[in-house]
């Protein structure tokens, strides 16, 4: 199992990165990516906090742990310039905040952040099909999440994704230890909302190729 969606103390969560990495490698997990909040105002910050780290944490737990944020909030106009900054200052994999129904988030948000070309659109909620369109187009990959609240969209998302071809990948989006859910779980939500088995399957594939582009192998 592989979540590229969590948080630290350093922006909502309640873990500091060495328990958060500590906690998903005894919960089974092979790779995580810490992805704290972030705009043009914390991005350096919390990327200078992390990235020298990662790999020696991840080292003494077994566990591959990419550095990356979660751009949240970011006006859709300034979407691309903030993930570039985050990419220059050593971001192993950009998240943006999608249009989740249970955040305020900017409309537009989510076609920005396809065209700017982050990583991973994470809970994108009532996503249009011309988005996902062009995620699929642009190898942006959409976000189905066992976050409540935010997973009230799951359904929508798979479904738009199988009709026109978009990459999915699952994460927990996980801000406290009750969030790392045991991937017995997280398979149940996944095809709850309408995932196959199949589809699960290569959404964890999917994953894993994000790991391995991240680490360069």
Partial sequence: MIDLHTHTFFSDGELVPAELVRR????GYSAIAITDHADKT???WLLDNIVDVVDEIGAANSIRVLAGV?????PPAAIADVAQLARDNGAEIVLVHGESIVDPV???TNMAAIKAGIDILAHPGLITAEEVDLAAESGVYLEVTTRKGNSLTNGHVVKLAQKYGAKLVINNDAHAPTDILDPEMVHKIALGAGMTEEQFLQAQKNSKLLVKKAKGG
Wanted: cysteine-free; proline content about 7%.
């Fill in 106 to 108: 900017m409309p537009g």
């Fill in 24 to 27: 998903a490698a005894v919960a």
């Fill in 42 to 44: 914390n991005t350096k």
């Fill in 70 to 74: 979660e751009l949240t909030h970011v």
